[in-house]
């Protein structure tokens, strides 16, 4: 996707802004790249996205892209995409959660459309001069918007990933998976793995190893603990459920839960038994070094 400005839009020019001759005959807006929000939400008539209406001056001018703009030198692609969104369509990062992302590689630059969910209510207002106008627009009315031609294309692979990742982790399997001493405190093993899948969440998870399209997801994480380790309490956003009897029943209702409204459950173990209920219940069960510390 190829943004814009004109030389006066910004008089404090950025580091990664400017021209990117790139090998493909293009010329690209991002020294180090560029990135968009595609911020979803469940409205009346089903889903919503926030669509910005391109300022005239704009490459591909009057068609209607999503909030975005150069990555700055260092920059992750998730949070350009929230800072372009905040300064573009005032968008508020606490009543966000970036769900998923995807990545358009050129030979010399690339674009990453950051999928995220409004977990609040919000609407968007024009912040700067990039746009016309910015709102949500119904999913099933993006047939009647001239779309920018970059956001066009990569549309039909979006649509699949309007869906937000769940991450059940059989505390019990995977600190067990590695014979690293775990028996002597498996409690302390948990709440260690516990921290790690903490940093994942922020992280993600590579979607070639989920069988997921794009780039990367970003997954709601519950940790199903037992026996000595239902001590561990819930931190850095991870959810913990402690199980009252068998930890798979706990995991197999875990999974059950969360697999509604098209969401994606992954359950990580290898138990053989576990991988067969949960699949029963519409999960995938993924190797536990994906999530293993
Ligand atoms: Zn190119």
Redesign the pocket.
């Known amino acids: 996707m190829t943004a814009d400005r004109p030389p006066d839009a910004r008089p404090q020019r950025e580091p990664g802004d400017g021209w990117v001759a ?5 010329q ?1 807006w991002g020294l180090v790249g560029a990135a968009g929000l595609l911020l979803r939400r469940r409205g009346d008539d089903g889903v919503e996205l926030v669509l910005q209406h391109r300022a005239l001056w704009s490459h591909h001018g009057g068609t209607w892209g999503l909030p975005g703009g150069a990555l700055h030198l260092g920059e992750r692609p998730t949070d350009g995409a929230v800072r372009e969104a905040m300064e573009e369509a005032g968008v508020e990062p606490e009543t966000i959660r970036v769900r998923a992302d995807r990545a358009l590689v ?4 690339s674009y990453t459309t950051v999928l995220a969910e409004a977990v609040a209510p919000w609407e968007p207002r024009v912040t700067d001069r990039e746009s016309l106008q910015v709102r949500w627009v119904p999913l099933r009315d993006l047939g009647s918007y001239q779309l920018l031609p970059a956001f066009a294309d990569a549309l039909p692979e979006l649509r699949q990933m309007l869906r937000r990742l769940v991450l059940v982790v059989d505390a019990a399997n995977v600190v067990g998976s590695r014979p690293d001493g775990w028996w002597k405190d498996r409690a302390g093993a948990t709440a260690r793995l516990r921290d790690h899948l903490a940093g994942l969440a922020t992280a993600g998870l590579a979607a070639e190893d989920l069988g997921l399209p794009g780039r990367r997801w970003y997954p709601e994480i519950v940790l199903v603990t037992e026996g000595a380790a239902r001590t561990v309490q819930p931190a850095g956003g991870v959810q913990v459920r402690a199980a009252d009897g068998a930890g798979d029943d706990a995991i197999v209702r875990a999974a059950r839960a969360a697999a509604q409204d098209g969401t994606v459950v992954a359950v990580a173990t290898a138990d053989r038994e576990l991988q067969g209920r949960v699949r029963a219940v519409g999960a995938h069960p993924v190797p536990p070094r994906l999530v293993r510390n």
């Open positions: 790139c090998a493909c005959g293009e690209h050129h030979p010399d630059w």
